[in-house]
Nanobody, 122 residues
């Protein structure tokens, strides 16, 4: 079974940067980052296909950059200009139906990482 493991979370002040990484146990076409803030539903952040096509959620466009290395089965998320409202647990996600070039609803995602906490203070 495919397994995902995130790393790179932490605490940062508003305006700062963090880089998240996800290591997959095998190649998978559909990969994305999601996040879940306390008391809120899980939401898609960004997705990237194996061919490098990307979709960003509106609330991170221009601040976050998603990338992947297909040879190493890794997925990264560079987060710049962080805001307090970006505070959440960030999850690596893989494998869903209906095409990879979209941010699917969380219930469509078949494989999740354990999550990594990002805290942004004002």
């Amino acid at each position: 079974d495919l397994q995902l493991m995130e790393s790179g979370g932490g605490s940062v002040q508003a305006g700062g940067s963090l880089r998240l990484s996800c290591a997959a146990s095998a190649y998978t076409n559909c990969m994305a980052w999601f996040r879940q803030a306390p008391g809120k539903e899980r939401e898609g952040v960004a997705t990237i296909t194996a061919g490098g096509l990307i979709v960003y959620a509106d609330f991170v466009r221009g601040r976050f950059t998603i990338s992947r290395d297909n040879a190493k089965n890794t997925l990264d998320l560079q987060m710049n200009m962080l805001k307090p409202e970006d505070t959440a647990t960030y999850y690596c996600a893989a494998s869903w139906g209906g095409g990879c070039l979209r941010l699917p609803p969380p219930y469509d995602v078949r494989v999740w990482g354990q999550g990594t906490l990002v805290t942004v203070s004002s």
